[in-house]
């Protein structure tokens, strides 16, 4: 029982954090884990929406997207069909809590920031990814208002804790860290874990689909989880130093 | 330290499902926990979806949405706004993954199920109210099919499994199951959890959004939960005799 | 020549209208005409829209709305579709111009009430009993607003009428009131009439669709309709009381 | 007690129907009452609609809209705002099922007509302009079908009727015909009437909106309309022979 | 090799320029380039959209739209659709960039001036005569403005240029002035050209789509467009004289 | 008078195409012209669009899209608005035309090619060098048929032409090849031009906005064009050798 590309069970993909990949935005990350590709973006701007005003706390949201083509077959745009999908809906929500958790909104002040993952490559992991490319892109957004004296606090108290994210799941009855494409469509179950750098939870949501799992998987998976979440976090701490 | 209700950290608020809610559907449950209060129903359709079609399996979805009173305050009708919001898309989502892992497919030959889940009124907990009494919709559809001679298995092998899903979170410390609404606008970390008769997992959804959680908050809300869903698949299995 | 239910050509349905039939709307009714089955709710909010602003004057608007399977076989959801249908559309406006011909909107002050009325169950005239509802759910409304000292005139000059509305139409060359969804289908015109207690009109619409009707038969329907409003008004007068 | 253009209460403003008046539709009227201005255009297509194949019957339909000036201050374009408005929804319906009144479905086989009935200039009455003018464009679309042998019967049979029709309303407690814009703001009540050639009625649509109507002063509306209806139905005739 | 209506090369079709054929907008013009019809309406507005508040500049925007049966066959209303179609965009842009090179924002202070040219017969040329159409429903518009003492200069200030517009095209290999809808089908080449009454370009607009076009031929359409703006801008004087 | 890069008004900024940039569409070239950067993919499939079904011919269509923050500031997703900007249409389909210009749709035979065109980030010339990024992505997709045998003719009779384009301007009154952002936005005139490898025209799209432009303005600028396609003509071939 050997993985599609040879990896070990407890084995993550290569990870490559690439900062300032664009010129324009704030905070700009291109992130790799193997072969899927996410541009993360951080834009910053001054003020937050409506319903915050006044609050003196600031506001973050995340957008996720993914090119027509960054998988096998293409799949139409969703600005041609003229409304987002209930995966684009629920990703895009998943990436916006778990950056929220890493951050002081109230240190923040009312500026807002929006964090744009754009999938130019897909192959399994998508969301995870997304989420480990945004935490950094979102530092260097910190950073940013920082050096321009926008912030009431340190950036390391605006952004007081880091967070990555990795999938995990059951395949040929396995425990597997960082699914790959392939094996995602043909895992018993799917587990999608957000962890901060202290290995506390942000997010764990695990899914049967077909199938349904025990206590003793869930575990199993929870470990593997966690300790690929630690070596994510300091892959982020290495590129932002 | 008291719940508003003044329940125990481990009980359920009163459950009721009461199946034939109304006349036209083939499954037809109004299922309430305490106050919060859906109308699950079962539509049955000859047929499947054209990118089924031919495949011999039948489909199983879900619809979620609420009237736009259900709430404390008024939200506007989606109909209205022309579009679907993420939350929705979410529920409906997990709803249709849950009800499909309890069913087989190829024993449902080409008819298709629509599970729509209407909340009247929301205390909280609707999602894992509307999977519960879904559960028994369904149960009543697969009969209705049955008695017709439209099945090519028994119900019992077609329906081979009941979910059942109960809601879980942190409020003041305290790891408490059923969460009503203010219990849910209070707590640190929320989590919903849908669970087979046997006391397996479907779905495991948990959440800090501002702030974060430890494994062994995680193992004693799983272990609430589990024994949370044990009790609302005995009263779909007495309700169903 | 008798009726699906047995009823005589000039008998209502029975007639049920339960207030406070859910816990946080302002006013709430659950209206029965037979099997058909209407939740009206009303939303009080302070202030009114944009284009009324500034003119003393209240807004009472209603949106009408099923439930994909309150009929015989299942409708998509016009949120999913994306867009409200012409049929929505014309008995949202006609139940806002009914309820608005019994408001004073100057007495009412800068409030605005919105009327929900959904149908959970449809077996004909549903649009006539979601007004004989919402004025029953507007009353409600407009006490809550009364004892909370937000009216500037009394209640009694607020709603200074009460309005009800029934279907009447042409059947098998016969001439009945309220219509069941088997006689609405078989009809040759079909009559909405809403009235105020003192028996002058609020709306009166007739459509022969494939057919036509002579004087003699609208006046023989209007003056089914004038006796059935009557019934209604009074039963919305003790439930009132 | 004058009106605004000096019209007795029971006379209708001038009419002018105006076929042939473009040139690609299989018929084109440009119908006047007075200012109001529409372009009624029929257009065939063979087939019909998917729910109606293999019926062998056909289908009437009709779409209404404005020009966004129109009127006297612009109106922002439906096709801007991406969704078609209540009002335009409620008399595109009201033209199609007048119009439906008129023809024998089954003798116009498996043949579409749509009626566009586009306001080109607004004084009040456009509904009840366009389903007399459409009427015109349908009769001469039916003429089409026939001199290409495409219909089963005779056109006198396929059109068995005339329609035509009217407003009416109560202006300063006057009940008067055919109103125009300033009359129908002004008025107490206002009523859409479309009759056969006979002075059998099609449709009956009043409304009191901020007011109320006796039986006298409907009975009054309707005998005005009656009278109107044939005045037009002449005028139909006149310019078909 | 003669064109379908015996023109020369060189020639355009009968121009007819209609000004105040409706009476409700500030400029009405109906535009004829033979067989073609469009309705050309300017409608002011006091004040400019938000992101132009505060300049001390007016705002110039056009909307371009075709009845459904304007064409030998029926298109869908893109109210219907729900969206407007990539050719109605580029259409509309085109006319508005076209009318905002005539005009000195500046002068016209903060006012705003939409020019809806909506197409009622179509045979080639549309967007040409609506450009050429709306310029002289603009100059009506900017005198209605100037005869309120709502400008800050005088008229022929504000409105500095005119604008004239005129299609050409390659057809059979010979250089035509004004191509028809069935020379428009036959075109190899198809050029679209706007010019101020000075013989300078506002736009020029070559497509080859399925074929291409050498320096040559472009040099001789250009020639000819030019001559064919001249004389257009020719009738616009004298109409507006 | 320098341009904002040092460059000579005749010279390109640095030009490169990668091709393969992305693994999984049959033709994928990352293009820039500077700082603009446009990934272009080319997908096909088996089949054409209903409307060309049964024709034995082939199609090829673009689209064109931002990412969000590919500019200095953030643009709203246009699958978030629901509708997409006229631009986009507007650049969608002159890539589109610009493409079929070079290909024989019938030796294509019944395959479709998407050419998708994201902008990831922009600095002027966004469709310019999308047009030139997607005929390389094109000539790898026509590879791509030939080698599986699914062409009916040689590649090279299939792709008989190339296309390659440039933005040409008039900035400070001089006339500038290539412009950048800084100078797009500076420029009086802007200019979009496709050539063919043997220096025809495809597409001459030529604006003043605000300004208009004289006879040998527009001579220069066409002059530059022509030069610089044919570099773009080369570097295609250089690196599709």
Redesign the interface.
Known sequence: MTRPDGRKPEQLRPVRLTREW????EG?VLVEFG?T?V?C?A?V?EGVPRWRRGSGQGWVTA?Y?M????????ND??????????????I??LIG?SL??CIDLGALGENSV?L?C?V??ADGGTRTAAITGAYVALADAVSWLSNRQRLRKAPSVVLH?SVAAVSVGVVEGEPRLDLCYAEDVAADVD?NVVC?SN?????????????????SE?DAM?ELA?AGCAELSEAQRVVLT
Chains 1, 2, 3, 4, 5, 6 share one sequence.
């Open positions: 664009s010129s324009h935005p700009s072969d590709r541009l973006t834009s701007t957008e997207a090119l027509p083509r960054a998988t096998t077959s293409r745009r969703e600005s041609v069909k003229g409304r987002i999908g209930g995966r684009t809906h629920e895009s929500r809590r929220r958790a929006v744009d754009d130019l490559q804790r587990m901060t290995g506390d939870f942000v997010e764990v949501q695990g899914t049967g689909e077909a199938s349904v799992f025990s206590r869930l929870l966690v």
